[in-house]
């Protein structure tokens, strides 16, 4: 998550410098997506089916693909970065909105949903670095593309997406990026086919070569 989060930080820079140069006003980078709490266990080893296992203690870190692009681009050095997502009526909530609140990262558009908790993945990792990551979706899974309503999105802005909200408000809000005449970066995190139209309206594909295999290959079949 961290790399993928560093890779469109930096995309977005190259964008950045590139609307500066034409326009005193920079734009803005608009995320919309996940926010996780992560809920970290280190075990000697990883439970076998049926079996439990003890770890010496827990953590519980700010996560999620979203809020952690949200993070890291404000981290850069964006003058004006928001985040839209979801999040429960619920302690895991705070959690969440105070580390992106303390990286400078706005969060006016971030939701709070009375039924659906805030979204927990719980991930363990054992003594060799192995790890099982299963994650709970909860809010992230009421995110939709009309949060961007309004002036939200405008010409010169910076949409920059993932994969673990639903598709189909993904796809909505590349969309609204082309019509409005914003900039389009999706990183397909978790893996998954993206439409051909989808494609073509985007400015920067965001991959690593297994995503880039399954991608392709979905663009392929349905071609």
Same mark, same amino acid.
């Given at each position: 998550?961290?790399?993928?989060?560093?890779?469109?930080?930096?995309?977005?820079?190259?964008?950045?410098?590139?609307?500066?140069?034409?326009?005193?006003?920079?734009?803005?980078?608009?995320?919309?997506?996940?926010?996780?709490?992560?809920?970290?266990?280190?075990?000697?080893?990883?439970?076998?089916?049926?079996?439990?296992?003890?770890?010496?203690?827990?953590?519980?870190?700010?996560?999620?693909?979203?809020?952690?692009?949200?993070?890291? /681009? $404000?981290? &850069?050095?964006?003058? @004006?970065? %928001?985040?839209?997502?979801? +999040? !429960?009526?619920? *302690?895991?909530?705070?959690?969440?909105?105070?580390?992106?609140?303390?990286?400078?990262?706005?969060?006016?558009?971030?939701?709070?949903?009375?039924?659906?908790?805030?979204?927990? /993945? $719980?991930? &363990?990792?054992?003594? @060799?670095? %192995?790890?099982?990551?299963? +994650? !709970?979706?909860? *809010?992230?899974?009421?995110?939709?593309?009309?949060?961007?309503?309004?002036?939200?999105?405008?010409?010169?802005?910076?949409?920059?997406?993932?994969?673990?909200?639903?598709?189909?408000?993904?796809?909505?809000?590349?969309?609204?990026?082309?019509?409005?005449?914003?900039?389009?970066?999706?990183?397909?995190?978790?893996?998954?086919?993206?439409?051909?139209?989808?494609?073509?309206?985007?400015?920067?594909?965001?991959?690593?070569?297994?995503?880039?295999?399954?991608?392709?290959?979905?663009?392929?079949?349905?071609?």
């Amino acid at each position: 998550a961290a790399a993928a989060a560093a890779a469109a930080a930096q995309s977005q820079h190259s964008l950045y410098t590139e609307n500066r140069s034409m326009s005193s006003a920079a734009p803005t980078i608009v995320v919309l997506g996940s926010a996780v709490v992560d809920l970290v266990l280190n075990p000697s080893e990883l439970p076998r089916p049926g079996r439990t296992v003890l770890a010496p203690s827990y953590k519980l870190l700010p996560g999620g693909k979203g809020s952690n692009q949200a993070f890291a /681009a $404000a981290r &850069v050095g964006f003058p @004006k970065v %928001e985040f839209y997502g979801a +999040v !429960g009526d619920d *302690a895991f909530a705070e959690t969440l909105l105070t580390s992106l609140k303390s990286a400078g990262v706005g969060v006016a558009g971030v939701q709070t949903r009375k039924d659906a908790p805030t979204a927990v /993945a $719980a991930v &363990v990792v054992d003594a @060799k670095g %192995e790890n099982q990551i299963c +994650v !709970g979706s909860g *809010a992230n899974l009421t995110v939709t593309a009309s949060q961007l309503g309004g002036d939200t999105l405008r010409a010169g802005d910076i949409l920059l997406q993932q994969m673990e909200i639903p598709h189909p408000e993904v796809w909505s809000a590349v969309e609204l990026a082309r019509k409005v005449g914003a900039h389009s970066i999706l990183n397909v995190a978790p893996a998954a086919p993206v439409p051909a139209e989808v494609l073509q309206s985007l400015d920067f594909l965001i991959v690593n070569e297994h995503e880039a295999l399954e991608v392709h290959a979905a663009a392929a079949a349905a071609a």
